[in-house]
């Protein structure tokens, strides 16, 4: 397939705002997902994310903005006549068909040739043919959920839109989907958006997420970016956990910032700072603060903390969450690998804490530090 | 140990099922009776309601009572037609009261269960005396009866069909939009298939109200005579053993129905099973 045709089958969305009564769902959002990307939009329930994803299916018309799929305006088309397929939430499936004619729900209506040979190639790429003939009150969640997708992928749209698909299945089940998912984007190449409030499924899955936050884009990037170098509170509390420690700006060394954290000057890298002003919020994730006792020498050049006192200790198997409380009285979170190599800290103890300079990042204090926290 | 005592402990054992069995008894037992006198020969005893003896008489000759078999052609005429013009206005009226937002949605919903709760003395004869009024008076009867039969069945039709209409996923009908279905395909495919078993439904009963109906029907009837009214007529003197015949026919029609249904059902399960 050649570049051209490519890049106009991607998906393109401009200052698209759609507003119920006086709600406002989604605000100016512009969006722009390549062809054949495996797309996920992320956000906490009621953040405009679905109702994204609803105006590209054509379900709900956007208040105002533009929706193209390559150069084609599909903002005002109907759901009928755009190259576009949904796997529903709660999958949809027509209760009165069986699990073939489901799938060939679509072929059929464009009339398409040779129905049966495809829907028998694509129940057997979802690994579902001995269940062509049974109705879909007959199978599992599991199955059900493939069937949903098969019947839309077997369209082959130029832009496949997941509505929390993997909502409904248990844990183990959901983990097995997201591989198989994954598998079936790459084997057909398909463009996937996939709507979710699960942070895990979204950075397993998807090669770009956007995190959307009250109808806006917070920030967008592939999972290790977004995680290890967010621009938000919001973005850093929903994506993992994060500790936010106030501070002031105090300069400026190389490619470094300094900033006083409470007396205690640490280093951020310059390119890791999203702050204009003088004051910000020092972030470090637990797994990358080391934790010592007092006076030790930590693998940790930079930013050295004394004074902590373990206030908390849970025990995980994989790893140790402590939770140690600093002299201005904040508590941090720090996550230990339980490699063996180092003993249990015990409640009570003081210790001293550290981290590498180059893993933390500084976000503008005007922002909410408590933003993105238990809003799954 | 005794047989009562037997008795009693399986009773305890099985309270619901025992509790089931009776309630099951009292409402078959008119059917049987029924059942049970559509092969009496009264012979010349003038208590028709005291099984005297076997014969196959009444079934060989249904229509022996003079009128009863004209009657039950008006009855069955009119509850068919009443059903399907009931059933018809009726659907159309679920989907537009569930479906669609318009002022005066909700008055409407508590208006149509009006004629289900008003008493049919009173609908009868406030719709005599409409008919009266109107300048009707001398021309009451089939069609005064089947005006009648469409307006109180309405009101069972659009709330069985809304029942089903409202328990329908939204959702179902913006997938087959999805998968490239236009308005109509989305209706025919999806909505209507799904839909019909509550429309179908609606029908049954709509016409089981219609062809039983006496009060309304005997108000507006003028010289027609339903089934029901003669059964009430022929009452004064002793029923003839005939209408048990129609009574039995009707009842196996119900279970012919409500039994196929069934087997249908399960015979597609099995086939799905293999």
């Given at each position: 397939m050649s570049q051209a045709s490519e890049g106009s089958r991607s998906l393109h969305l401009s200052q698209v705002t759609k507003e119920f009564a006086a709600f406002r769902a989604v605000d100016s959002l512009d969006l722009d997902v390549p062809h054949g990307s495996f797309f996920a939009l992320l956000g906490p329930s009621g953040c405009g994310k679905t109702t994204t994803l609803r105006m590209v299916a054509g379900l709900e018309t956007p208040t105002s903005g533009t929706i193209r799929i390559g150069d084609t305006d599909i903002t005002y088309a109907k759901p009928y006549q755009r190259p576009v397929n949904t796997v529903f939430q709660s999958y949809a499936l027509f209760p009165h068909l069986d699990v073939h004619e489901n799938v060939a729900f679509g072929l059929r209506r464009r009339k398409s040739k040779e129905v049966d040979r495809q829907v028998s190639e694509m129940l057997a790429l979802v690994e579902l043919e001995s269940q062509a003939r049974k109705k879909p009150a007959q199978l599992s969640g599991g199955q059900q959920q493939r069937v949903a997708l098969a019947r839309a992928l077997i369209n082959r749209p130029d832009v496949l839109l997941l509505d929390e698909p993997l909502g409904a299945l248990d844990l183990k089940l959901r983990r097995s989907m997201q591989i198989e998912l994954k598998r079936i984007q790459t084997e057909v190449g398909l463009t996937f958006v996939h709507v979710t409030h699960d942070q895990e499924e979204a950075m397993t899955m998807a090669d770009t997420v956007a995190v959307m936050n009250a109808g806006v884009i917070e920030q967008m990037g592939a999972p290790a970016e977004l995680y290890e170098n967010p621009r938000t509170t919001f973005v850093a509390n929903f994506l993992g956990q994060s500790n936010l420690i106030a501070g002031k700006v105090v300069g400026r060394e190389g490619d470094f910032v300094k900033v006083d954290m409470h007396g205690i000057v640490v280093s951020v890298p310059f390119d890791r700072a999203h702050t204009d002003g003088g004051e910000g919020w020092v972030g470090i994730r637990p797994e990358k603060v080391l934790v010592a006792e007092v006076g030790e020498d930590i693998d940790a050049p930079g930013n050295h903390l004394e004074g902590g006192v373990v206030t908390d200790v849970s025990f995980v198997g994989v790893s140790t969450q402590y939770l140690v409380r600093m002299p201005w009285g904040q508590e941090l979170q720090v996550f230990e690998q339980n490699t063996g190599r180092r003993r249990l800290f015990t409640h009570g103890e003081k210790v001293d804490i550290s981290w590498r300079p180059e893993y933390a990042f500084l976000l503008d204090a005007s922002q909410d530090a408590h933003a993105g926290i238990e809003e799954e | 140990m005794s047989l009562v005592a037997q008795a009693l402990r399986w009773t305890k054992a099985h309270l619901v099922l025992a509790l089931g069995i009776v309630v099951l008894v009292y409402m078959f037992v008119p059917i049987a009776v029924v059942v049970l006198m559509s092969f009496n020969d009264p012979g010349k005893s003038k208590n028709v309601y005291r099984f005297h003896d076997f014969t196959l008489h009444n079934w060989a000759h249904p229509c022996g009572p003079a009128g009863m078999c004209h009657a039950v052609g008006i009855s069955v005429g009119i509850g068919l037609l009443a059903t399907l013009v009931a059933t018809i206005i009726g659907t159309m009226a679920a989907f537009g009261l569930v479906r669609h937002e318009f002022r005066g949605r909700s008055f409407a919903n508590t208006v149509i269960f009006l004629p289900m709760a008003s008493p049919e003395i009173v609908m009868g004869s406030s719709l005599l005396a409409l008919f009266v009024a109107r300048g009707f008076g001398g021309r009451l009867g089939?069609?005064?009866?089947?005006?009648?039969?469409?307006?109180?069945?309405?009101?069972?039709?659009?709330?069985?069909?809304?029942?089903?209409?409202?328990?329908?996923?939204?959702?179902?009908?913006?997938?087959?939009?999805?998968?490239?279905?236009?308005?109509?395909?989305?209706?025919?495919?999806?909505?209507?298939?799904?839909?019909?078993?509550?429309?179908?439904?609606?029908?049954?009963?709509?016409?089981?109200?219609?062809?039983?109906?006496?009060?309304?029907?005997?108000?507006?009837?003028?010289?027609?005579?339903?089934?029901?009214?003669?059964?009430?007529?022929?009452?004064?003197?002793?029923?003839?053993?005939?209408?048990?015949?129609?009574?039995?026919?009707?009842?196996?029609?119900?279970?012919?129905?409500?039994?196929?249904?069934?087997?249908?059902?399960?015979?597609q399960t099995r086939a799905l099973a293999r």
């Amino acid at each position: 397939m050649s570049q051209a045709s490519e890049g106009s089958r991607s998906l393109h969305l401009s200052q698209v705002t759609k507003e119920f009564a006086a709600f406002r769902a989604v605000d100016s959002l512009d969006l722009d997902v390549p062809h054949g990307s495996f797309f996920a939009l992320l956000g906490p329930s009621g953040c405009g994310k679905t109702t994204t994803l609803r105006m590209v299916a054509g379900l709900e018309t956007p208040t105002s903005g533009t929706i193209r799929i390559g150069d084609t305006d599909i903002t005002y088309a109907k759901p009928y006549q755009r190259p576009v397929n949904t796997v529903f939430q709660s999958y949809a499936l027509f209760p009165h068909l069986d699990v073939h004619e489901n799938v060939a729900f679509g072929l059929r209506r464009r009339k398409s040739k040779e129905v049966d040979r495809q829907v028998s190639e694509m129940l057997a790429l979802v690994e579902l043919e001995s269940q062509a003939r049974k109705k879909p009150a007959q199978l599992s969640g599991g199955q059900q959920q493939r069937v949903a997708l098969a019947r839309a992928l077997i369209n082959r749209p130029d832009v496949l839109l997941l509505d929390e698909p993997l909502g409904a299945l248990d844990l183990k089940l959901r983990r097995s989907m997201q591989i198989e998912l994954k598998r079936i984007q790459t084997e057909v190449g398909l463009t996937f958006v996939h709507v979710t409030h699960d942070q895990e499924e979204a950075m397993t899955m998807a090669d770009t997420v956007a995190v959307m936050n009250a109808g806006v884009i917070e920030q967008m990037g592939a999972p290790a970016e977004l995680y290890e170098n967010p621009r938000t509170t919001f973005v850093a509390n929903f994506l993992g956990q994060s500790n936010l420690i106030a501070g002031k700006v105090v300069g400026r060394e190389g490619d470094f910032v300094k900033v006083d954290m409470h007396g205690i000057v640490v280093s951020v890298p310059f390119d890791r700072a999203h702050t204009d002003g003088g004051e910000g919020w020092v972030g470090i994730r637990p797994e990358k603060v080391l934790v010592a006792e007092v006076g030790e020498d930590i693998d940790a050049p930079g930013n050295h903390l004394e004074g902590g006192v373990v206030t908390d200790v849970s025990f995980v198997g994989v790893s140790t969450q402590y939770l140690v409380r600093m002299p201005w009285g904040q508590e941090l979170q720090v996550f230990e690998q339980n490699t063996g190599r180092r003993r249990l800290f015990t409640h009570g103890e003081k210790v001293d804490i550290s981290w590498r300079p180059e893993y933390a990042f500084l976000l503008d204090a005007s922002q909410d530090a408590h933003a993105g926290i238990e809003e799954e | 140990m005794s047989l009562v005592a037997q008795a009693l402990r399986w009773t305890k054992a099985h309270l619901v099922l025992a509790l089931g069995i009776v309630v099951l008894v009292y409402m078959f037992v008119p059917i049987a009776v029924v059942v049970l006198m559509s092969f009496n020969d009264p012979g010349k005893s003038k208590n028709v309601y005291r099984f005297h003896d076997f014969t196959l008489h009444n079934w060989a000759h249904p229509c022996g009572p003079a009128g009863m078999c004209h009657a039950v052609g008006i009855s069955v005429g009119i509850g068919l037609l009443a059903t399907l013009v009931a059933t018809i206005i009726g659907t159309m009226a679920a989907f537009g009261l569930v479906r669609h937002e318009f002022r005066g949605r909700s008055f409407a919903n508590t208006v149509i269960f009006l004629p289900m709760a008003s008493p049919e003395i009173v609908m009868g004869s406030s719709l005599l005396a409409l008919f009266v009024a109107r300048g009707f008076g001398g021309r009451l009867g089939f069609w005064t009866i089947f005006i009648a039969h469409v307006m109180f069945c309405l009101s069972f039709v659009i709330v069985t069909v809304k029942a089903r209409l409202s328990g329908l996923d939204d959702n179902l009908e913006q997938a087959a939009m999805d998968l490239y279905a236009n308005e109509r395909e989305t209706f025919w495919r999806v909505t209507f298939p799904l839909v019909l078993p509550g429309i179908l439904a609606a029908a049954l009963l709509a016409f089981s109200l219609s062809f039983d109906d006496f009060i309304i029907t005997n108000l507006n009837a003028g010289q027609t005579t339903t089934f029901p009214m003669f059964v009430w007529g022929a009452a004064q003197r002793g029923v003839p053993m005939q209408v048990n015949v129609i009574g039995t026919v009707m009842f196996l029609i119900a279970i012919v129905l409500v039994v196929g249904g069934e087997v249908n059902n399960r015979r597609q399960t099995r086939a799905l099973a293999r």
